[in-house]
T-cell receptor, first 111, second 113 residues
């Protein structure tokens, strides 16, 4: 089955800096790559997703890039703010299969 | 939010006792999922359902069973709870296809002593 590796497990940045979280996947047939944000004590929520027919997608301060050849995708957050502090999960799936999640990255943004 | 409620939200039980967690949704979503979340392991799929009485196993299904007798309800049962099943359990739903956004419930924290 699919295997998703996520790095780093913890990321500390200063407010205003950029943050990058990287994921690799094993199944070259995977074609859907969402990112979820989970604030402390809350439920995970989708923040952005990308499908394999595009290489990059942006939504205000967040962007996701996909490199199908290398089988990796990344989340980029610019101008980080304290409210960006959370655990971020990447995931991958193909066709109608279920999502496989990475183990998560705890992002800490210091004022 | 997709109108997903989990019950109970917190439960402490003893090893060997049966436990049932309930997920209720009001969005008429076809797909429903049970995940467990543990430090260092992320979100792991236990079981999922793609319709009433249609269920399948996920990657960590041992020791768990599920039932879905109505579209809106998905039950997760631990027949004989073990300490390794101490975790936070999340229910999630997806619409008429499972190729898009998952909507998560608030989670149920289970402690098995």
């Amino acid at each position: 089955g699919e295997n998703v590796e996520q790095h780093p497990s913890t990321l500390s940045v200063q407010e205003g800096d950029s943050a990058v979280i990287k994921c690799t996947y094993s199944d070259s047939a995977s074609n859907y790559f969402p990112w979820y944000k989970q604030e402390l004590g809350k439920r995970p929520q989708l923040i952005i997703d990308i499908r394999s027919n595009v290489g990059e997608k942006k939504d205000q301060r967040i962007a996701v890039t996909l490199n199908k050849t290398a089988k990796h995708f990344s989340l980029h957050i610019t101008e980080t703010q304290p409210e960006d502090s959370a655990v971020y999960f990447c995931a991958a799936s193909k066709g109608y299969s279920t999502l496989t999640f990475g183990k998560g990255t705890m992002l800490l943004v210091s004022p | 939010d997709a109108g997903i409620t989990q019950s109970p939200r917190h439960k402490v039980t003893e090893t060997g006792t049966p436990v049932t967690l309930r997920c209720h949704q009001t969005e008429n979503h076809r797909y429903m999922y049970w995940y467990r979340q543990d430090p260092g392991h992320g979100l792991r799929l236990i079981h999922y359902s793609y319709g009433v009485k249609d269920t399948d196993k996920g990657e960590v299904s041992d020791g768990y069973s599920v039932s879905r007798s109505k579209t809106e309800d998905f039950l997760l049962t631990l027949e004989s709870a073990t300490s390794s099943q101490t975790s936070v359990y999340f229910c999630a739903t997806a619409g008429q296809t499972n190729t898009g956004e998952l909507f998560f419930g608030e989670g149920s924290r289970l402690t098995v002593l």
